[in-house]
Nanobody
Framework: QVQLVESGGGSVESGGSLRLSCGASGYILSSTCMGWFRQFPGQEREAVATLDSDGSPTYADSVKGRFTLSHDNAKRVTLQMNSLKPEDTAMYYC?????????????????????WGQGTQVTVSV
């Protein structure tokens, strides 16, 4: 079992910044992959930024150059979101794939992840 606890999120004006953090506990291996996904109302979850099995980040095209994913160990990842836009408004979820070993492309697929956080809302106003 893996437990994911998210923090951060909230409301900000367009052009502002927010930071999301996710801490993991439980069955965490050195190969565990973690990442951030988001979900718009009525849509499927989509990848925002993920770490592959080498610990390298992969970003969705829509956030490249604005968001930065970092990790200080295998148990915490932080998503720095700058230059936020109203279209970034969504529920953001942290996810973990304990067995890891994900290539960059596979790390962007929600179905590769077993554990999910409770979600944190990000709202960007015009």
């Amino acid at each position: 079992q893996v437990q994911l606890v998210e923090s951060g999120g909230g409301s900000v004006e367009s052009g502002g910044s927010l930071r999301l953090s996710c801490g993991a506990s439980g069955y965490i291996l050195s190969s565990t992959c973690m990442g951030w996904f988001r979900q718009f109302p009525g849509q499927e979850r989509e990848a925002v930024a993920t770490l592959d099995s080498d610990g390298s980040p992969t970003y969705a095209d829509s956030v490249k150059g604005r968001f930065t994913l970092s990790h200080d160990n295998a148990k915490r990842v932080t998503l720095q979101m700058n230059s936020l836009k109203p279209e970034d408004t969504a529920m953001y979820y942290c996810a973990a794939a304990p067995e890891g070993r994900l290539t960059p492309s596979r790390s962007l697929r929600p179905e590769e992840y077993i554990y999910w956080g409770q979600g944190t809302q990000v709202t960007v106003s015009v």
